[in-house]
Every structure is written in C-alpha cells, then in structure tokens.
C-alpha cells in the first residue's frame, strides 16, 4: 500500500482523478486547498474521531479540547480510571463514553492501532469494527487520516453525500450505498477523492466539515 504522506501524493492523486473523472477538474477548481489531514496512528488519533461521531466540526473542536485539557495525556489507563463527572464536564454522550472506554478496553487487551495501519484496509475495518464504539465510518476514517490510506471512501459522510451530489448534479443527494458504487470508478484514489470532496463542502458551504485529523 502506498501511503499518502505528503502534499506531493495529494496532487499526484488529484492528477489522477482529473485523468479518470473529467468531471473532477471542475471540482478541483472550486476546492481550494485540499489538505493532507494526516495525524500520528494511536489511541488519542482514533478518541479524536469516535468524540465527532454525528456531531458538527465546530462541536467535536470543543468536546475533544475540553477531554484533552481535563485528561492530559489522553491514554487508555486515563480513560479507564476516569469518573463519570469527567466525562460530565468534557461533554460526551453516554454513547460516546462507553465507545471511547472500550477502544480503551481493547487497546489495553492487546488491539495494536499503529499495527492496523499496515493492514489491508478491509482486514483492518474488520478488526476495528468488533470493538464496540467503532462503525464502518469511524474505522475508515482512521485508516484515512492515521494511515494515510489511498483507497477509502467513507460513503456514510453525510458532508461527502452533500458534497458530491451539489458537485455532480445529484438529486437529491446519493444516499451510502450509491456513493459507494459511484467512488469505486477513483480508485485506487478514493482517499485523495474523499479530501478534495470535503474540502469541496468548506468552499461552498462556508464551513468545514471533515472530521478532525
């Protein structure tokens, strides 16, 4: 798997999509800068996202600084002998408590999230999707941002289905499982289609939607 790990490889992905999708140059115009968005693979990578499930950027930004600020470092041994009035205080949702307590669970049972990042995409959702807390969403943007991986599209974005449908003329816009078809034509791009596509959404609705990195 080559990863994307630098602006070059953003644009050479966007080279490529212009090339296999006309459509996307036009995209590409109105997109303004598409960012790397990569962070360090880890446990304070993969609260950073469970902490944005269903939640607005601007509200994820607060929650996730308010947990990094009462938990300081944000470890697996901190979150597990955290109380209840912490998780009060941050903001979280029980939802999301009892999903940031099992990741931490997992890790401390021998789940090795740097591992995952050498994995085949498809193994390693599978393995991050039996830990409770962890959906289809929330393992693909892991391997997105943690792993630089090149070929993941994750279709259950509703900015990505926003995006991609005011993008393309699509009405109303394409649910999941139409996305999905329809990002299997930019592979083995899909990753850089996924950035160029949020930051499509920042350019035209005035607000960035991409989940933190």
Do not use: N
């Not at 990863?3 to 992905?13: M, N």
């Not at 090795?112 to 289809?136: F, K, N, Q, Y």
């Not at 391997?143 to 926003?162: E, K, S, T």
Request: contains cysteine; glycine residues 8%.
């Amino acid at each position: 798997m080559q990863r994307i790990a630098t602006l070059d490889d953003i644009a050479r992905g966007l080279d490529a999509l212009c090339v296999i999708d006309p459509r996307l140059e036009k995209v590409r115009g109105m997109a303004g800068e598409v960012p790397l968005r990569l962070s360090e693979p880890g446990f304070r990578s993969l609260a950073s996202i469970i902490v944005s499930q269903q939640v607005s950027r601007a509200s994820a930004d607060a929650i996730f600084g308010r947990l990094t600020r009462l938990v300081d470092p944000l470890t697996p041994q901190a979150i597990l002998t955290a109380d209840e009035d912490m998780f009060r205080e941050a903001g979280l949702s029980r939802p999301k408590q009892r999903g940031l307590i099992a990741v931490a669970q997992a890790v401390a049972a021998g789940l090795d999230l740097h591992h995952l990042c050498s994995l085949d995409a498809t193994e390693a959702i599978t393995t991050m999707t039996a830990v409770p807390g962890i959906g289809p969403w929330t393992a693909e943007v892991y391997l997105l941002f943690a792993a630089g991986h090149p070929d993941i599209f994750p279709a259950r974005d509703v900015a990505l289905q926003a995006a991609v449908g005011h993008a393309l003329g699509i009405e109303p816009r394409p649910p999941e499982k139409t996305l999905i078809a329809l990002a299997e034509s930019w592979s083995p791009w899909r990753g850089v289609a996924s950035r160029l596509f949020w930051s499509y959404y920042r350019e035209t609705r005035g607000r960035d939607a991409a989940p933190p990195a």
